[in-house]
């Protein structure tokens, strides 16, 4: 069974940096796209950020020039920079796996574990 395991995420105050990382396990072959999603209070679900395996990243434009997403295909852990961090940045952010082919299974999509993220002074 293919899961993500992540860590980081906490307390910050605003300007202040913060960085997520996300490791799938489970006898994984490939996976097509990596990234995360974050859900603020009241608000839905929102992609974040998301890098292929080919290493082509696409972001919310509200990170634009603060977020940096990457990824260790060896390692099949995707990481996630974030920078100069806002109160609105504040939410449970989730990492997400897409087209993951194991050795038993193919899954369209992965879902890992939330992490709150509270960017407050």
């Known amino acids: 069974q293919v899961q993500l395991v992540k860590s980081g995420g906490g307390l910050v105050q605003p300007g202040g940096s913060l960085r997520l990382s996300c490791a799938a396990s489970?006898?994984?072959?490939?996976?097509?796209?990596m990234g995360w999603y974050r859900q603020a209070p009241g608000k839905q679900r929102e992609l974040v950020a998301v890098?292929?395996?080919?290493?082509?990243?696409n972001y919310t434009d509200s990170v634009k020039g603060r977020f940096t997403i990457s990824r260790d295909n060896a390692k099949n852990t995707v990481y996630l920079q974030m920078n100069s961090l806002k109160p609105e940045d504040t939410g449970v952010y989730y990492c997400h796996a897409a087209n993951v082919v194991s050795t038993k299974h193919r899954y369209l999509e992965v879902w890992g574990q939330g992490t709150l993220v509270t960017v407050s002074s």
């Open positions: 489970g006898s994984i072959f490939s996976i097509y796209a």
């Open positions: 890098i292929t395996s080919g290493g082509s990243a």
